[in-house]
């Protein structure tokens, strides 16, 4: 069964570095999410992407947050300069546009915990 | 704005017994999508089961079931014949069919099941 893939599963990095986390999306959808989940929280929405733009984004997807997707597989969440408050899991997720019955499902990969000291 | 409350933090249920957690929700649209997510230990979030809201009756994907009560705006999950398996964050969804592209969740319930 196709997956969203994320990598790396964690990350620790210092307060203030530049973190990027990586996702592959399957390779039929068309539709790129970005949620977030701290530690014993709801779980965020952060941004949503179609046809290589930002369609939506929370509040919390600041100056310090983009998104990329740079080949056409791969599909990106830079944070700048993190900060300890971004310590979570941050979840990637895609769906098809195509298939009215599924067309509103997400597939969700494992999440890639980052942990800023 | 879209809300979704999950009251259950926790919820516990032995073994091939039946259970109930339960999501309220609130919107002023008339036309949405409803899901329940299931995120097992250290795993990525599964769907489990949705619901258009334009339909009155309550989806069902074998053990899973929902009571769709859209004058309430609620969306419980019933889980029969519980398993060993079945245990997990569950997590309540929603997401409106036009206008936005965002799902909102709520805050989860972890699910125990004790054999």
């Known amino acids: 069964e196709p997956e969203v893939t994320q990598t790396p599963s964690h990350q620790v990095t210092q307060m203030g570095q530049e973190v990027i986390l990586r996702c592959v999306p399957i390779?039929?959808?068309?539709?790129f999410y970005w949620y977030r989940q701290i530690l014993g929280q709801k779980v965020e929405f952060l941004v949503s992407?179609?046809?290589?733009?930002?369609?939506?984004k929370s509040e919390i997807f600041d100056d310090q947050f983009s998104v990329e997707r740079p080949d056409g597989s791969n599909f990106t969440l830079k944070i700048r300069s993190t900060k300890l408050e971004d310590s979570a899991m941050y979840f990637c997720?895609?769906?098809?546009?195509?298939?009215?019955?599924?067309?509103?499902?997400?597939?969700f990969g494992a999440g890639s915990r980052l942990t800023v000291l | 704005a879209q809300t979704v409350t999950q009251s259950q933090p926790e919820m516990s249920v032995q073994e091939a017994e039946t259970v109930t957690l339960s999501c309220t929700y609130d919107t002023s649209e008339s036309d949405y999508y409803l899901f329940w997510y299931k995120q097992p230990p250290s795993r990525q979030m599964i769907l489990v089961i949705r619901q258009e809201a334009y339909k009155q009756q309550n989806a069902t994907e074998n053990r899973f079931s929902v009571n769709f009560q859209k004058a309430a705006k609620s969306f419980s999950l019933k889980i029969s014949d519980s398993q060993l398996g079945d245990a997990a964050m569950y997590f309540c969804?929603?997401?409106?069919?036009?206008?936005?592209?965002?799902?909102?969740f709520g805050t989860g319930t972890r699910l125990k099941v004790l054999a």
């Open positions: 997720a895609s769906k098809t546009g195509m298939n009215p019955s599924g067309a509103n499902v997400l597939t």
């Open positions: 992407f179609y046809n290589n733009e930002i369609s939506e």
């Open positions: 969804a929603y997401r409106a069919t036009s206008g936005t592209y965002k799902y909102i």
């Open positions: 390779s039929n959808h068309l539709y």
